[in-house]
């Protein structure tokens, strides 16, 4: 067998035998792979990057105009006018500037959106994990209270609780975050059933660990993920449903304003001015349109199943 | 060692669980352990085999109270865990502690190295700042894993790492028992004779007791001083290694033994296999009378009337009537 | 001879976001009539990834086979298309898995699972597809076949359902069985009766067997050569005597030593082999297994050893049997070869 490796290597090589426990691969936590999938989703991205857009205009699109969302002017040369350099989106019947109407409506729906999302995920969290944690007749009980509750339906509920507090956001917020916590609970309870048999959460039980630390430091971050695209999809739901509730009247008060409040306003002058319809409405399905294909993303970015 | 104290003492140790069956709510009972007894001694090793179902996992389990016994005493330094309260168990569980069989899953992904090992820590209240971070890297070091690792996640590391960061764990409380329940039945040859034999030092240097639970014949021999063979949920044949390997009198003993493969062409074709018929029969209606009846070459009409109690000495005891 | 299955030089790499795993890294061997070949290695040695590579059963993306040819009787399986390739499946080569619990469908009779595949290969009629598949029943060792028939998978036990994925996978009489792991996910018992009715129906029907497994010990029973692998590569091939009374790679070695002996009173330490294998995201240079291996050479760190002839028909890569090396076995305490 011709050779060309030199005999002067065929000696013993001194060394540390297995002592090689290094970590080639980079450091990854889920967060950052879930991150990495997600960038590569163009769709998703693009639905991010409308959210933010949405939400940079929400706190500042009121002020690009010297107009007030609540200023009138009821001068007939001054209502009802369409788009201009002056008022980029027209005014309305009672002359006041569409553009700074539709973007503080946006604030008003986004905070609705968001702010319903953070309740429904902060009791629909701990309650499903309270509740798939311990198991047993708490559990029983817990779950019935939630399907009684979830048997009311959505609009008995609001309109009572019009009428008993006043009508106006935090109605509205108290409302629909007491309908959505419902079903976030019922996921949350599903996953932690699910992982409670699991062996580190057996071997936390065995240290001595406490329900509490249990629940809150192994079975809620491991099911974060499904959490996370439940609330991001909550926010659309929610503020379509306060869009809807705009329609019946029962939404933010005048002079205040939603997207949908403008939606539901400008569907009486459809005929006659028709932008009056168009610009809130064309906001309000892209903001929904934008999270729901982020969320979705998300979904696909935090399934655990495409992880290496 | 004979004179050596029973650290544990298991006495007619039960544990069913309750199952719905059918559309109708029908109650039906799984008996995983069905009335078990046994002893371990203070630094000595007891190995607990067995086939999938027949219940080894449970006993181990139910003796750090995971789950909580049907029936029986679990008497752990003379103290009865069956009927200790909720801070008592806490006390308990500083004394015992559990290694676990898959090493994928008794690691929470979500958790660094050192935020796993250092959870017993901030639990029981052993150390904090520093002196935390010390001990976390002590302990890494003990398993053979450097301060390095302990930012990392446990889905960086090979199967036998994990395992060693699961015993890093389990030490970390300074335990003095430690049921290893199949703690290498996932993990590849040559890393199962690397975590075996670091449980082996470990023994000796911390002067550990281990309640041993495997399938792996030759593992469980390798390390254990006595071994309780397990045949849905009863312990058929108990007795010091050595001597069930050499003489092994309960036929499903006998079985096993000769199901182990053996790395060794020669004696693989002149060995005589016996070659048990069927599967293992559902714990939920265990055969009446010795329960390894079914599947037994020898059965004879007795084994069916009468369920066989334990005979032998203390160093070698079968339940059979043949 | 007739050679019925030819890997060559055989490369299948898995595309990831971190890299390149080159999970197979050349691998060749051949496979002879009636003849039963192990394939023996650790997790993540390429053993399965090689047996699905035959298949062409992997997920591509993300994996990709970067070079070499699978001929099975001069056709090359990997330029077949992928309808070529579903003929071929099931009918000249049959696969068993490690679970049996998720390779039968659980919806349908498991009789019907076996017969269905006899319809689509052999083209017979219901009656004979049922005929045929109650023969493979009673030959797997079904005690009551007609009854079996009717059933499904979640009535059976795990070794019934090992037995009646055998029976599937062997209706068809393919010319090659691969066996990933098949016992793997059984009781001892059940392994044994398991293997006892491999070596049976090998008899019988004079099929050749692929058995990729990660235990020595139930190879020596089954087969009658044996491949070692070791990161993507085989670093040890030979027949069952061989590997086992004279292997003559550090890694067999390890292998061998790692198990505890049955047959020793003593208790003694057992020698495990130290260390990790490699990631193979970035493959080493020399030989894969020098990092944990006690007698490496300087030519080990930067040369990747070929194979050489130990005796005939046994091959192993390690630069130990390279002639120059005769002083440095010496020193490490090594015999000399003759």
Same mark, same amino acid.
């Given at each position: 067998?011709?050779?060309?490796? +030199?005999?002067?290597?065929?000696?013993?090589?001194?060394?540390?035998?297995?002592?090689?426990?290094?970590?080639?691969?980079?450091?990854?936590?889920?967060?950052?792979?879930?991150?990495?999938?997600?960038?590569?989703?163009?769709?998703?991205?693009?639905?991010?990057?409308?959210?933010?857009?949405?939400?940079?205009?929400?706190?500042?699109?009121?002020?690009?105009?010297?107009?007030?969302?609540?200023?009138?002017?009821?001068?007939?040369?001054?209502?009802?006018?369409?788009?201009?350099?002056?008022?980029?989106?027209?005014?309305?019947?009672?002359?006041?500037?569409?553009?700074?109407?539709?973007?503080?409506?946006?604030?008003?729906?986004?905070?609705?959106?968001?702010?319903?999302?953070?309740?429904?995920?902060?009791?629909?969290?701990?309650?499903?994990?309270? +509740?798939?944690?311990?198991?047993?007749?708490?559990?029983?009980?817990?779950?019935?209270?939630?399907?009684?509750?979830?048997?009311?339906?959505?609009?008995?509920?609001?309109?009572?609780?019009?009428?008993?507090?006043?009508?106006?956001?935090?109605?509205?917020?108290?409302?629909?975050?007491?309908?959505?916590?419902?079903?976030?609970?019922?996921?949350?309870?599903?996953?932690?059933?699910?992982?409670?048999?699991?062996?580190?959460?057996?071997?936390?039980?065995?240290?001595?660990?406490?329900?509490?630390?249990?629940?809150?430091?192994?079975?809620?971050?491991?099911?974060?993920?499904?959490?996370?695209?439940?609330?991001?999809?909550?926010?659309?739901?929610?503020?379509?449903?306060?869009?809807?509730?705009?329609?019946?009247?029962?939404?933010? +008060?005048?002079?205040?304003?939603?997207?949908?409040?403008?939606?539901?306003?400008?569907?009486?002058?459809?005929?006659?001015?028709?932008?009056?319809?168009?610009?809130?409405?064309?906001?309000? +399905?892209?903001?929904?349109?934008?999270?729901?294909?982020?969320?979705?993303?998300?979904?696909?970015?935090?399934?655990?199943?495409?992880?290496? | 060692?004979?004179?050596?104290?029973?650290?544990?003492?298991?006495?007619?140790?039960?544990?069913?669980?309750?199952?719905?069956?059918?559309?109708?709510?029908?109650?039906?009972?799984?008996?995983?352990?069905?009335?078990?007894?046994?002893?371990?001694?203070?630094?000595?090793?007891?190995?607990?085999?067995?086939?999938?179902?027949?219940?080894?996992?449970?006993?181990?389990?139910?003796?750090?109270?995971?789950?909580?016994?049907?029936?029986?005493?679990?008497?752990?330094?003379?103290?009865?865990?069956?009927?200790?309260?909720?801070?008592?168990?806490?006390?308990?569980?500083?004394?015992?502690?559990?290694?676990?069989?898959?090493?994928?899953?008794?690691?929470?992904?979500?958790?660094?190295?050192?935020?796993?090992?250092?959870?017993?820590?901030?639990?029981?209240?052993?150390?904090?700042?520093?002196?935390?971070?010390?001990?976390?890297?002590?302990?890494?070091?003990?398993?053979?894993?450097?301060?390095?690792?302990?930012?990392?996640?446990?889905?960086?590391?090979?199967?036998?790492?994990?395992?060693?960061?699961?015993?890093?764990?389990?030490?970390?409380?300074?335990?003095?028992?430690?049921?290893?329940?199949?703690?290498?039945?996932?993990?590849?040859?040559?890393?199962?004779?690397?975590?075996?034999?670091?449980?082996?030092?470990?023994?000796?240097?911390?002067?550990?007791?281990?309640?041993?639970? #495997?399938?792996?014949?030759?593992?469980?021999?390798?390390?254990?001083?006595?071994?309780?063979?397990?045949?849905?949920?009863?312990?058929?044949?108990?007795?010091?290694?050595?001597?069930?390997? #050499?003489?092994?009198?309960?036929?499903?003993?006998? #079985?096993?033994?000769?199901?182990?493969?053996?790395?060794?062409?020669?004696?693989?074709?002149?060995?005589?296999?016996?070659?048990?018929?069927?599967?293992?029969?559902?714990?939920?209606?265990?055969?009446?009378?010795?329960?390894?009846?079914?599947? *037994?070459?020898?059965?004879?009409?007795?084994?069916?009337?009468?369920?066989?109690?334990?005979?032998?000495?203390?160093?070698?005891?079968?339940? *059979?009537?043949? | 001879?007739?050679?019925?299955?030819?890997?060559?030089?055989?490369?299948?790499?898995?595309?990831?976001?971190?890299?390149?795993?080159?999970?197979?890294?050349?691998?060749?061997?051949?496979?002879?009539?009636?003849?039963?070949?192990?394939?023996?290695?650790?997790?993540?040695?390429?053993?399965?990834?090689?047996?699905?590579?035959?298949?062409?059963?992997?997920?591509?993306?993300?994996?990709? =086979?970067?070079?070499?040819?699978?001929?099975?009787?001069?056709?090359?399986?990997?330029?077949?298309?992928?309808?070529?390739?579903?003929?071929?499946?099931?009918?000249?080569?049959?696969?068993?898995?490690?679970?049996?619990?998720?390779?039968?469908?659980?919806?349908?009779?498991?009789?019907?699972?076996?017969?269905?595949?006899?319809?689509?290969?052999?083209?017979?009629?219901?009656?004979?597809?049922?005929?045929?598949?109650?023969?493979?029943?009673?030959?797997?060792?079904?005690?009551?076949?007609?009854?079996?028939?009717?059933?499904?998978?979640?009535?059976?036990?795990?070794?019934?359902?090992?037995?009646?994925?055998?029976?599937?996978?062997?209706?068809?009489?393919?010319?090659?069985?691969?066996?990933?792991?098949?016992?793997?996910?059984?009781?001892?018992?059940?392994?044994?009766?398991?293997?006892?009715?491999?070596?049976?129906?090998?008899?019988?029907?004079?099929?050749?067997?692929?058995?990729?497994?990660?235990?020595?010990?139930?190879?020596?029973?089954?087969?009658?050569?044996?491949?070692?692998?070791?990161?993507?590569? =085989?670093?040890?091939?030979?027949?069952?005597?061989?590997?086992?009374?004279?292997?003559?790679?550090?890694?067999?070695?390890?292998?061998?030593?790692?198990?505890?002996?049955?047959?020793?009173?003593?208790?003694?330490?057992?020698?495990?082999?130290?260390?990790?294998?490699?990631?193979?995201?970035?493959?080493?240079?020399?030989?894969?297994?020098?990092?944990?291996?006690?007698?490496?050479?300087?030519?080990?760190?930067?040369?990747?050893?070929?194979?050489?002839?130990?005796?005939?028909?046994?091959?192993?890569?390690?630069?130990?049997?390279?002639?120059?090396?005769?002083?440095?076995?010496?020193?490490?305490?090594?015999?000399?070869?003759?």
């Amino acid at each position: 067998m011709v050779d060309p490796i +030199s005999k002067m290597l065929f000696h013993p090589f001194t060394h540390k035998i297995g002592e090689d426990e290094a970590i080639v691969r980079p450091s990854t936590t889920y967060w950052q792979d879930a991150w990495r999938r997600l960038k590569m989703n163009k769709g998703a991205m693009a639905g991010l990057v409308i959210v933010i857009i949405m939400l940079i205009m929400a706190i500042i699109g009121p002020y690009l105009t010297p107009y007030t969302y609540d200023a009138q002017q009821l001068v007939s040369e001054y209502t009802n006018l369409p788009s201009s350099s002056e008022h980029w989106f027209g005014t309305d019947d009672l002359g006041r500037d569409l553009f700074t109407r539709v973007w503080h409506g946006a604030r008003v729906s986004l905070l609705i959106g968001f702010v319903s999302a953070l309740v429904q995920f902060l009791i629909g969290v701990t309650y499903g994990g309270i +509740s798939g944690y311990l198991g047993g007749w708490v559990d029983e009980v817990m779950m019935r209270i939630v399907e009684v509750l979830s048997g009311i339906p959505f609009l008995l509920y609001v309109v009572l609780l019009m009428v008993v507090l006043e009508p106006g956001l935090h109605t509205i917020l108290i409302a629909l975050g007491a309908v959505y916590w419902l079903s976030m609970a019922r996921l949350v309870r599903g996953q932690v059933l699910s992982l409670k048999e699991q062996e580190y959460v057996l071997a936390a039980r065995a240290l001595g660990a406490s329900p509490w630390r249990i629940i809150f430091r192994h079975l809620i971050p491991n099911c974060m993920g499904p959490i996370l695209v439940y609330s991001t999809l909550a926010i659309p739901e929610a503020i379509f449903a306060e869009a809807w509730l705009s329609f019946l009247g029962l939404g933010v +008060s005048a002079p205040a304003a939603s997207l949908g409040m403008l939606v539901s306003d400008g569907i009486s002058s459809i005929r006659l001015y028709p932008w009056q319809l168009f610009y809130p409405a064309f906001f309000i +399905s892209l903001t929904i349109l934008a999270f729901n294909i982020f969320g979705d993303g998300l979904r696909d970015a935090l399934d655990p199943r495409l992880r290496k | 060692m004979k004179n050596k104290e029973n650290i544990l003492e298991v006495r007619n140790l039960k544990k069913y669980f309750p199952l719905v069956t059918g559309f109708f709510g029908k109650y039906s009972v799984l008996k995983a352990v069905d009335d078990i007894s046994f002893n371990i001694k203070r630094g000595e090793t007891l190995g607990l085999v067995g086939e999938s179902g027949c219940g080894k996992t449970t006993v181990g389990r139910t003796l750090l109270r995971l789950y909580e016994p049907t029936a029986g005493e679990i008497l752990f330094d003379n103290k009865n865990i069956v009927t200790a309260s909720a801070s008592e168990i806490r006390l308990i569980r500083r004394k015992m502690q559990m290694i676990f069989q898959d090493p994928y899953a008794s690691l929470n992904p979500r958790m660094t190295v050192s935020d796993i090992i250092g959870e017993p820590l901030d639990i029981h209240r052993l150390a904090k700042g520093k002196a935390r971070k010390d001990r976390i890297h002590e302990l890494l070091h003990l398993v053979g894993l450097n301060a390095e690792h302990a930012t990392r996640y446990p889905h960086e590391f090979s199967g036998g790492q994990r395992q060693r960061i699961g015993v890093a764990r389990a030490l970390a409380v300074e335990p003095e028992f430690i049921i290893c329940d199949e703690p290498i039945s996932a993990l590849d040859v040559s890393i199962q004779a690397q975590v075996i034999n670091l449980l082996d030092e470990l023994q000796e240097t911390l002067g550990l007791t281990y309640l041993f639970i #495997a399938h792996d014949l030759a593992m469980v021999k390798h390390i254990s001083d006595r071994i309780a063979v397990m045949y849905l949920g009863k312990i058929v044949e108990i007795a010091d290694s050595n001597e069930l390997f #050499a003489n092994p009198l309960h036929p499903y003993t006998k #079985a096993l033994l000769s199901a182990i493969p053996v790395p060794d062409p020669e004696i693989a074709k002149n060995r005589k296999r016996i070659i048990l018929e069927g599967d293992v029969p559902s714990p939920i209606n265990p055969p009446a009378g010795c329960r390894f009846r079914t599947r *037994c070459w020898e059965a004879k009409d007795i084994c069916a009337q009468q369920e066989p109690l334990f005979k032998g000495n203390s160093r070698h005891q079968v339940a *059979c009537h043949i | 001879m007739t050679r019925l299955l030819d890997v060559k030089n055989l490369k299948v790499s898995f595309l990831i976001p971190a890299g390149e795993v080159q999970a197979v890294r050349g691998v060749t061997f051949s496979l002879e009539k009636g003849e039963s070949v192990a394939i023996v290695g650790e997790s993540g040695c390429g053993k399965s990834v090689t047996a699905h590579a035959i298949m062409r059963l992997l997920q591509s993306p993300p994996a990709v =086979i970067r070079d070499g040819s699978v001929l099975l009787e001069g056709r090359n399986l990997l330029d077949l298309t992928e309808k070529e390739m579903q003929k071929l499946r099931g009918n000249e080569i049959g696969m068993i898995f490690q679970d049996p619990m998720t390779s039968l469908n659980p919806t349908m009779k498991v009789g019907k699972q076996i017969a269905e595949g006899v319809k689509l290969h052999m083209n017979v009629n219901e009656k004979e597809a049922k005929r045929r598949a109650l023969d493979m029943e009673n030959l797997v060792g079904f005690p009551n076949p007609e009854r079996r028939y009717n059933q499904y998978p979640h009535e059976f036990s795990g070794g019934m359902r090992q037995r009646a994925m055998i029976a599937m996978s062997l209706a068809c009489e393919p010319k090659v069985l691969i066996a990933d792991e098949p016992t793997t996910a059984l009781d001892v018992t059940i392994q044994a009766q398991i293997l006892e009715l491999m070596k049976d129906i090998q008899k019988r029907l004079d099929t050749a067997i692929i058995l990729i497994t990660h235990d020595l010990g139930i190879v020596a029973d089954v087969c009658h050569r044996v491949m070692v692998m070791y990161a993507g590569k =085989i670093v040890e091939s030979g027949s069952i005597e061989d590997i086992y009374q004279y292997p003559e790679h550090p890694y067999t070695w390890g292998l061998l030593k790692s198990v505890p002996r049955l047959d020793s009173q003593e208790r003694h330490r057992l020698v495990p082999i130290p260390g990790q294998p490699p990631d193979l995201i970035k493959p080493p240079v020399g030989c894969a297994f020098m990092p944990r291996c006690k007698y490496a050479l300087k030519v080990c760190v930067e040369h990747d050893p070929p194979n050489f002839q130990a005796a005939d028909g046994h091959q192993a890569a390690c630069w130990l049997l390279h002639p120059d090396a005769q002083a440095a076995r010496e020193a490490v305490g090594l015999e000399a070869r003759s």
